[in-house]
């Protein structure tokens, strides 16, 4: 009789370590300081500065416990780190290789919390289920996204999504207060899961907090007698207990207007300097080929020119360069209706009630996955100033369901190819583009076999339009000749004046692409969220 298979993550956590250390060398961004500078803030000053300190432009803007996950690293820095610079609070960072050594090392470590959480989700899986478990979760763990976003560009995004991890692993173990206290943890760590919080929010007031029959309804008395109070008491008390844990401190000391300020800091323009592959890079790019067809067709331009003065326009037009070049501030469209904050919120709003709704349904695990994955899609597609990074926030949960049902495989390759395609900007030099390029593409490879290996068979397999499979995989093999164009555009530009100023030119090739793919993964998933009941069957979450 032979013995059971392992599923332990151990192996690839080593390897993938031995990888990362290897990658000391490369190059970091910017965030490399930015996290610098938090570390000397926090180990220097007194809590009650932390949010006041700006002699640098990288002032501390994340919530209170990344701000004391930065003093509990700061407290291990060894006095050579120290003396290298990495404490000194300074306009812009000066410091060597042990200041580099030290800090990529807090991210493999604090990594560790998403190899506990995936070795979790393996090992609570039924036997049957532990291949398919063990190829999701090695897909995370060696995720390309992680790997260009965390251990080269620089950020702490894998302890996050570990939290992440478990608190959906609460869920399917129906510790919904365990699940409640840790997405609040999560949310005093990093605000950018407030994307997410609508489907936590209605899935835990659903399955926890109410007991809905068909007659809940009928009476306002009937309705109330459907809450069951003291679950939801017990919530409503852990979560604002883990945010006072968090935030009394600095009210306390009265600097929670400062904080919420660097929290919330809406004077940012709609989109970043690298375009996010969403609905706005679209938007933005209708903007400049309409802008391009009004100043050299003739007959484009007095059509135009009825609806918006010529002399106004092209006034604005020689007197406003930042929205052509991609700078961070107020984004100026020329022809097409100007995007204020209010029309993104109202659409992010909108498209996130849309997902919510049927969890009041059908609240199962499943359906709970689908519906944070179309939260963090609409907050992806429709946000306000929205980051290319926060592509890993709707990758990482359709990552669980796509093994689920294989019509669901469609729309998840062309994401992940897109998504991690779209992180290539943020590694623009050369001796970086070997190593994303060849790692995404045998990550690629090696998932979008796997992924199909152990995915479900649908009973509706046949209703599959093979049309719209085949087009996935031509957009998906568009995504090669993409990026090979672009890299050599980008040698090319070190030798020619006229490439170098196109640089914005590139960096839109890669956001209008990739946007398509995206917009069309999360059409792919809404169809099968809202019209099919393949995320209906799996009621292991209800209570």
Not at 225 to 231: D, G, P, T
Not at 319 to 328: D, F, M, Q
Not at 402 to 425: C, I, K, Q
């Amino acid at each position: 009789m032979s013995g059971k298979r392992n599923f332990s993550l151990w192996n690839i956590w080593v390897a993938s370590t031995l990888l990362k250390v290897l990658l000391y060398p490369a190059y970091h961004s910017t965030d490399f300081d930015v996290h610098r500078n938090w570390l000397a803030i926090t180990n220097k000053l007194p809590l009650k500065e932390w949010y006041l300190e700006n002699t640098s432009q990288w002032t501390l803007d994340y919530p209170p416990f990344f701000a004391y996950f930065e003093w509990f690293l700061s407290q291990f820095v060894p006095a050579s780190v120290a003396d290298d610079g990495c404490l000194d609070i300074i306009d812009v960072g000066n410091y060597g290789w042990p200041t580099v050594v030290f800090q990529r090392s807090t991210v493999i470590l604090s990594e560790i919390v998403l190899f506990l959480a995936l070795q979790k989700y393996i090992n609570i899986s039924a036997d049957k289920e532990k291949a398919r478990s063990f190829v999701v979760a090695s897909s995370i763990a060696l995720s390309p996204g992680l790997l260009i976003v965390d251990h080269i560009h620089f950020q702490y995004n894998g302890m996050m999504f570990g939290i992440l991890i478990f608190s959906l692993l609460a869920v399917k173990q129906k510790k919904y207060l365990q699940c409640g206290a840790l997405f609040s943890v999560l949310l005093c760590f990093k605000h950018i899961f407030l994307y997410i919080a609508p489907a936590y929010f209605v899935f835990l007031l659903r399955v926890y907090c109410l007991d809905i029959h068909e007659t809940s309804f009928k009476t306002p008395r009937s309705l109330l007698k459907s809450v069951r109070w003291s679950n939801l008491f017990k919530l409503g008390f852990t979560v604002i207990t883990v945010f006072v844990i968090a935030f009394a401190p600095f009210a306390y000391y009265g600097v929670i207007p400062n904080l919420m300020s660097r929290l919330f800091p809406f004077s940012r323009g709609l989109t970043h300097a690298y375009w996010a592959p969403n609905i706005w890079a679209l938007y933005s790019f209708l903007d400049r080929v309409l802008v391009q067809l009004y100043l050299h067709v003739p007959g484009i331009s007095s059509i135009i020119s009825r609806y918006i003065g010529p002399e106004s326009l092209v006034s604005r037009l020689k007197n406003s360069t930042a929205s052509t070049k991609g700078l961070v501030g107020d984004v100026e469209f020329f022809i097409v209706p100007t995007i204020t904050p209010k029309m993104s919120f109202i659409l992010t709003l909108f498209y996130q009630i849309l997902a919510v709704l049927p969890l009041l349904l059908f609240p199962t695990f499943k359906k709970f996955l689908g519906s944070i994955t179309l939260c963090a899609f609409a907050s992806f597609l429709f946000g306000w100033h929205v980051h290319e990074k926060a592509i890993m926030l709707v990758i990482i949960p359709f990552s669980f369901i796509a093994v689920s049902d294989r019509r669901l495989l469609y729309p998840f390759h062309t994401l992940v190819n897109a998504g991690y395609v779209s992180l290539f900007p943020l590694l623009f030099k050369s001796p970086e583009w070997l190593v994303k390029v060849l790692y995404t593409l045998v990550w690629c490879i090696i998932y979008f076999l796997s992924f199909n290996e152990v995915s479900k068979l649908s009973k509706s397999l046949s209703r599959r339009v093979f049309y719209m499979d085949r087009t996935n995989l031509i957009y998906i093999l568009g995504l090669i000749p993409l990026t090979l164009t672009i890299g050599v555009l980008d040698v090319l530009s070190e030798n020619f004046e006229l490439l170098k100023r196109l640089e914005f030119l590139r960096l839109m090739m890669y956001s209008v692409y990739c946007a398509l793919g995206i917009i069309g993964s999360w059409n792919g998933l809404s169809w099968i969220y809202f019209l099919d009941d393949t995320l209906n069957g799996d009621s292991s979450a209800v209570a």
